[in-house]
């Protein structure tokens, strides 16, 4: 038999047709059938180890050599055009390529046979892109390994800048894209732009197993990054994780890496960026140019290709653009606030010391608790020094603190009293500020509350009485005494002029005081 294997191998070596013939001992004739039969059928060098002579020769030359088989051979390149196409099954070619044998006259192979030989074919024509991805079935992403660099222009400091790298591996139409960094934002929007970029969304989204994707991913369970889990709800598609350590789960994605960092990341290497939107531009341009190039083994582009073969499958965009969000766990503080990186918002003040759920979006701060949301903020865009606290989320005594003021302060002491209403004006017009007084008459106000309006006023009546400066604790050393209601002995008339005296027989020990 001829030796179709070394004479693949020599051709793909650049050895000419007169010295394989002698190499092989074959005709120089039968050598230019065999190479032009195999470019004409897509077989090239190099082949498995599997790939025997046998089946080359099938494929190269159906029925040539096999005039005794009773069977009628399958045209496994229509049949592989026609799995490309959605809901299209080896089933269902089998069954029209049976009824169309026997409307003939021929004999078709059985099921079993005819899926073996067309995958013999796929094969050896590496043409197994039609096997596994139907058009708009499935989208590929991954980051791209060689990044660009961002030049400082005082400094010259150089800042890495990352390649997003979406494709289609049906038509490996291709969508590339630069970031500053790889977080979940950049990851998210990055998505977004690249459906719009495609005009549709295929059915699967297969990324790497990168942290902005994948919590955990296990030989028994997959838990989604919960942000990517809500894209994949708004876009309706579903996520699935290839498998870690298999590339071969998105080999388009892998391979348009590879081609990004040719004939983007490579042919941009001389040129220096100073702002990212220098380099967005420079790669979208070059972009272009990449799904514009010919294909080598096959006619077209992959612009031309997913037009023609897969963007009619594609599923609309959604009717509102996804705004991306990202979700924080944080514990809840004595401060009952919760921290976004840059500004703090408010939370109930009785979830102090749990832990809670933070969606945070590029306008809105939601706060959920046990998948119940509890608290919604308006995000600001610009660091703050303060916080941002709704008076509903707080106690009752800070919200009172927070809605003292000195007129409230004037009016409540007016109606106590008149020594409470001096008191407290003395309390706001001691310091600089009359902020200053506000914790001295909000103590006022709590004994008046405990103690009565009466009792209060006379504590303050007696201390305005023996100082000019009272204090809130000297008034509270008389409300809780009962000083106040006990005669003042300096007013009491006693029955001698000079009072109570005991002689010194009473000091004697034993002794009786004087009657």
Aim: charged share 25%; hydrophobic share 35%; proline share 5%.
């Amino acid at each position: 038999m001829v030796n179709y294997r070394e004479i693949l191998r020599l051709h793909s070596l650049g050895t000419s047709q007169r010295s394989i013939a002698q190499q092989v001992q074959s005709s120089r004739d039968t050598v230019a059938d065999i190479i032009k039969s195999a470019e004409a059928t897509g077989i090239s060098w190099p082949l498995g180890e599997d790939v025997t002579n046998e089946m080359i020769q099938e494929l190269l030359f159906p029925g040539k050599y096999a005039l005794a088989c009773p069977y009628t051979q399958p045209d496994f390149p229509e049949i592989h055009n026609e799995l490309a196409k959605k809901g299209v099954t080896l089933t269902l070619l089998w069954e029209e390529y049976c009824v169309k044998v026997r409307a003939s006259g021929g004999i078709p192979y059985m099921y079993t046979q005819f899926c073996e030989k067309y995958r013999r074919w796929a094969r050896i024509t590496k043409a197994t892109m039609r096997i596994t991805h139907k058009p708009g079935d499935a989208v590929q992403v991954d980051w791209a390994g060689d990044p660009l660099y961002i030049t400082d222009s005082v400094t010259g400091e150089m800042e890495p800048a990352y390649i997003f790298v979406a494709v289609l591996p049906c038509s490996w139409y291709t969508y590339a894209e630069v970031c500053s960094d790889m977080k979940t934002e950049n990851w998210l929007l990055c998505h977004v732009h690249a459906f719009n970029y495609f005009g549709g969304v295929p059915r699967l989204l297969i990324p790497d197993n990168c942290k902005t994707a994948v919590s955990k991913n296990t030989r028994y369970e997959t838990v989604l990054n919960k942000s990517y889990q809500e894209l994949a709800e708004h876009y309706n598609v579903a996520i699935v994780p290839a498998r870690v350590r298999k590339p071969d789960d998105k080999s388009a994605a892998e391979g348009s890496v590879r081609f990004v960092s040719t004939w983007i990341t490579a042919s941009l290497r001389d040129r220096k960026f100073f702002t990212i939107g220098e380099a967005k531009q420079a790669v979208a341009e070059k972009l272009e140019e990449l799904n514009r190039r010919p294909f080598k083994k096959r006619p077209g582009c992959r612009l031309t290709a997913f037009e023609q073969e897969e963007k009619e499958f594609l599923k609309p965009l959604p009717l509102y653009t996804y705004e991306p969000s990202v979700w924080i766990h944080p514990k809840v503080g004595y401060d009952y606030l919760v921290n976004d990186g840059v500004n703090k918002y408010s939370v109930p003040f009785d979830l102090i010391g749990e832990k809670v759920d933070v969606r945070l979006t590029k306008h809105i701060v939601e706060v959920f608790y046990k998948q119940t949301k509890v608290a919604t903020h308006v995000r600001l865009d610009k660091p703050q020094r303060d916080p941002v606290v709704k008076p509903e989320h707080m106690p009752e005594a800070h919200r009172k603190y927070l809605g003292y003021n000195a007129d409230e302060f004037a009016v409540w002491a007016n109606g106590a009293g008149s020594s409470i209403a001096k008191t407290v004006q003395y309390f706001l017009n001691s310091g600089k500020e009359a902020e200053q007084g506000f914790k001295s008459c909000a103590s006022l106000m709590k004994l008046e509350k405990r103690y009565g309006s009466k009792r209060l006023d006379d504590a303050c009546e007696r201390v305005l009485r023996l100082t000019s400066q009272p204090t809130v604790r000297n008034i509270s050393v008389l409300c809780k005494s009962s000083a106040e209601k006990q005669p003042d002995y300096a007013h009491v008339k006693t029955r001698s002029g000079h009072g109570i005296t005991r002689g010194a027989a009473y000091y004697n020990k034993g002794g009786k005081r004087d009657e």
